[in-house]
């Protein structure tokens, strides 16, 4: 069993409201083998246990598919480790000694809710503005009556693979939430069951994302770096087109 | 108290069609003046809700997370199930009932599991009209594979992600829904209270997980879809929110619960680490299809599994069971492996592991077919463990993943509470004593969006009820229940942790009620829970206030219940003295040492009545009788 002792400086902030500050803490004989967050619960358990509040973070599936978890270690959504979640993040990705920073996601869109926890309704917002195919429940047809070649399913499904974490909004510079908005149009958008809806789709979809406060994309590429599930920059682009197509049927009717 | 499972009289293959005929109806004028409560968002409750908002009830829908989309749903990875017969290899409805009720060893009802093979085929239908990206095969039609227990390929699945697919799909339908006036979501939010007004479930009392307060709702009717309860062992493949408040409320305020010793032990998961582990990962496992499964052949040999040569090792499946080898059931798979560790052969930091080994196949079949076959799954191992399996043998050890028992419901998916709903995983009903792979996924999409749409209308149609506020005494009084716990808990400020606790009763549940059981380990663990929950209620420490977000708190109030549920266990557990499904019960096995089940004594559905914390709860049984098919004893030497 390999050991390494850090220190963790991490953000803390009681509510919403309240001003938050930057909170060092040394923690000894942590195993590499132990993931962030059982890191994290080490941290809770002292910090409980010497009468201190242990720090809010939000997770749950831990095994990177969930989405509730995320926080930006030393400037980078996720951590250091390409294509995982902090769930999956290993010890071993640190050395001995080292100081961990580790911050909440940051965007105007995603408010505080206590420590490092923050609020992400504004995504389930979007999705309501029209991020799904308007079927209802059992008047479809047999499921093979439509044939979808097997490049369009792959595709579309590198696009549904997004877990909604956010770490693409944390990771631009102007908390843009265009990657998560472009992988949902571009997954409905690929397969023949949503391109009935699709203009109209995008058309809520970007509305409601520029509603909640969410900046533009400027081609800077950090969402699809940070990204656990790798998402392609190219469905913004596919995106964007399905957005012209809008703007042009809403001014010519 | 005799219990009704209203199984509707006519040819199993006719009940549902015929029931659906003669179900009382709602006027769609009138279902405006519903409500309903959903509580829970994976793949039942979402289904459920959207399918309800859509005949035009008022629907309100709570989930803890911050999003329904997080539900655990979302980690399904294997596939689902129906009898689509899309291959022409012989698949049909029938074939589909027969091997889940045999699967589940005989402990499930017919009628409702012939139901569920029913409809099925719709769920797959409905799933790719959502858009949820199925594997396709070259012709652009829907793919398919096979999975264990099923001898014919009617697996439908979307990569190893297929439960994130059904429920994003499910999500989508739910956000459709939601973006009109009369569905409403509330996330973060914990059910505390079932509220029981006229002996019917009229409505829950809810803490607001961010700000403390504590929220009444009412409805017509009341839908438990909340999961299951497999993390009352602490480690376990569920996620961390994973529990059983909602259901274990319901059952204090009178609600039945079924089998609740019936848990599922996958065998190939990661293995523990240390004392922090927080979680076990599941990993598929057709990887016994080719690893050969060892321990060294002495007590405590540290060496590195590659410098342990042949003649040290002990192949024990192998060995004990020669015709299936390595591929043994899961059960036994599991049972086995224990076994070894508690023998000091275990493996790894923690002595809770044992060899699965790829030498001899990457020999046979070439490094590039393993690659081909495995590389995803060695490619996670590595991940987690930091270790290449390709170079030396992994490490796996057997965890608690799915729980068969739940609350006990009728065929309308009713409890014995009338109004309270159970769907998925928190109901007993479809899987019996074993749940096959691929079937959860297909359940708790079945209940949502096919079963409980219908049976609720029957329910509405009937009901009759008065109006009720939340001002009403019931109201009140479940708050104040509500409200006195959180006090009570808050103001022990004692000196352990609310997961050191968490970690002592899983370990002795998992020690004397997991894979195996005898009665002198139940009658132990019986004595000691109601020990560890005084101890519980005396010495917890759980700082911060009620009224902020606290997460110790959540945590708390888990397994504060967890310490009530985990005696019910222990109790169904003791009264079945037949080894059946997922458990071997030591005082009941063949002369070749395999698993005996005793349909003449234990052809029943164990429905515990709550009696008070810490009393004896009492047993009603639903006999279950099979008229469609014969009892068969498996075999596995």
């Known amino acids: 069993m390999k050991t390494i002792n850090i220190t963790v400086k991490v953000w803390r902030q009681e509510n919403a409201v309240a001003k938050g500050h930057f909170e060092d803490y040394k923690l000894t004989e942590i195993d590499t083998d132990m993931s962030f967050l059982e890191m994290l619960d080490v941290l809770n358990e002292g910090l409980t246990l010497s009468g201190e509040l242990p720090l809010a973070f939000d997770s749950d599936c831990r095994e990177g598919i969930c989405g509730m978890c995320g926080a930006v270690v030393n400037g980078e959504p996720h951590g250091p480790v390409k294509a995982v979640t902090i769930c999956q993040l290993h010890m071993r990705s640190f050395t001995d000694g080292q100081t961990l920073v580790i911050e909440s996601w940051r965007s105007k869109a995603f408010p505080v809710i206590k420590d490092i926890v923050v609020d992400r309704s504004a995504f389930d917002r979007i999705m309501m503005a029209g991020g799904y195919i308007s079927v209802k429940t059992g008047t479809t047809t047999d499921a093979n009556a439509n044939l979808i070649t097997s490049d369009i399913a792959e595709e579309a ?58 900046g533009s994309c400027s081609n800077e590429y950090e969402c699809s770096v940070s990204c656990p599930k790798e998402i392609n920059i190219s469905h913004i682009a596919r995106m964007n087109r399905k957005m012209i197509k809008a703007t042009i049927k809403s001014v010519v009717g | ?100 009720i045999k699967g589940g060893d005989y ?65 989508g339908a ?163 492996a ?50 290449d399996p390709y170079s030396e043998p992994m490490m796996i050890f057997p965890a608690i993943h799915y729980t068969m028992g739940g609350l006990w419901v009728d065929y309308n998916l009713m409890s014995n509470l009338p109004g309270l709903f159970v769907l998925g995983e928190a109901n007993f009903s479809d899987h019996g004593a074993n749940r096959l792979g691929a079937s959860a996924l297909m359940q708790g999409l079945a209940d949502g969006y096919f079963v409980a749409p219908y049976t609720a209308g029957n329910y509405l149609a009937q009901v009759n009820n008065n109006e009720l506020t939340t001002d009403h005494e019931v109201f009140q009084e479940a708050e104040k229940a509500a409200k006195d716990k959180i006090e009570k808990l808050l103001a022990i400020k004692g000196n352990r942790t609310v997961d050191d606790f968490h970690k002592e009763l899983g370990k002795l ?11 002198t380990d139940l009658k132990k663990a019986l004595k000691e829970i109601p020990r560890i929950r005084e101890e519980f209620w005396k010495n917890v420490l759980i700082p911060g206030t009620t009224d902020s977000f606290n997460q110790t708190l959540e945590r708390a109030m888990r397994v504060a219940d967890f310490l009530e549920m985990a005696e019910l266990m222990i109790h169904d557990a003791s009264d079945r003295k037949e080894s059946c499904g997922c458990h071997l019960r030591e005082e009941s096995q063949t002369e070749e040492g395999e698993a005996l089940r005793k349909d003449n004594e234990y052809s029943y559905v164990s429905a515990w009545e709550f009696k008070g914390v810490g009393k004896e709860p009492e047993l009603h049984k639903e006999e279950l009788t099979f008229e469609e098919v014969e009892l068969t004893q498996r075999s596995y030497k």
């Open chain 1, 157 to 214: 499904m590198d696009a549904a693979q997004c877990i909604g974490c956010g770490a693409c909004v944390a990771a631009c510079p102007n908390a843009s939430a265009m990657l998560f908005v472009g992988a949902k149009v571009s997954h409905l958008s690929l397969l023949p069951q949503g391109k009935i809806e699709c203009v109209e789709r995008v058309r809520k979809m970007v509305t409601q994302m520029d509603k909640e406060g969410f």
């Open chain 2, 1 to 100: 108290m005799k219990l009704n499972s209203n199984v509707p009289k006519g040819k199993l293959k006719d009940k549902w069609t015929q029931y659906k005929f003669d179900m009382k109806l709602v006027n769609p004028a009138n279902k405006r003046k519903y409500n309903i409560i959903v509580v829970g968002t994976g793949l039942a409750g979402a289904s459920a809700a959207a399918s309800y908002s859509e005949l035009g009830y008022n629907v309100k829908v709570f989930c803890i997370q911050d999003s329904p989309r997080r539900a655990h749903s979302i980690a399904a990875q294997g596939g689902i199930n129906a009898a689509k017969n899309y291959p022409n290899d012989g698949d049909s409805i029938y074939r589909l009932f027969y091997d889940t």
């Open chain 2, 107 to 171: 402990r499930s009802r017919e009628a409702n599991v012939y139901r569920l093979a029913e409809v099925s085929n719709n769920i797959i239908d409905q799933c790719v009209a959502q858009g949820v990206p199925f594997a396709r095969d070259y012709d652009g039609t829907l793919s398919n594979r096979s999975f264990g227990g099923a001898l014919v390929s009617r697996t439908f699945y979307a990569r190893g992600q297929t439960g994130q697919q059904l429920h994003l799909g499910a999500c």
């Open chain 2, 174 to 336: 739910l956000m459709k829904e939601a973006s009109k006036p009369n569905l409403e979501i509330f996330p973060r939010r914990e059910m505390m209270e079932l509220v029981i007004h006229e002996g019917k479930a009229r409505g829950i009392v809810v803490r607001n997980l961010i700000n403390g307060e504590l929220e009444s709702y009412t409805a017509d009717m009341v839908v438990l879809a909340s999961g299951g309860y497999g993390n009352i062992y602490f480690l376990s493949t569920n996620a961390m929110s994973t529990n059983s408040s909602a259901i274990w409320a319901a059952h204090k305020k009178g609600a039945f619960f079924a089998n609740p010793c019936f848990v599922q032990i996958h065998p190939t998961c990661m293995p523990v680490h240390g004392e922090y582990q927080s979680k076990l990962t599941l990993m598929s496992e057709s990887l016994r299809n080719d690893g050969r499964v060892w321990v060294p052949q002495k007590k405590g040999d540290k060496r590195h599994p590659n410098d342990i040569p042949e003649n040290e090792r002990d192949y024990y499946l192998e060995n004990k069971y020669p015709t299936f080898g390595n591929l043994v059931p899961r059960d036994v798979a599991s049972r086995n």
């Open chain 2, 338 to 387: 224990k076994e070894q560790c508690d023998l000091g052969k275990g493996v790894g930091n923690t002595g809770l592991a044992v060899y699965l080994d790829f030498k001899e196949a990457t020999k046979r079949i070439g490094l590039e077919a393993i690659k081909a076959k495995y590389g995803n799954l060695f490619d996670m191992y590595k991940q987690i463990t930091g270790k």
């Open chain 2, 509 to 519: 549940l998992w020690d004397n009620c997991g894979i195996a059981r005898n009665e």
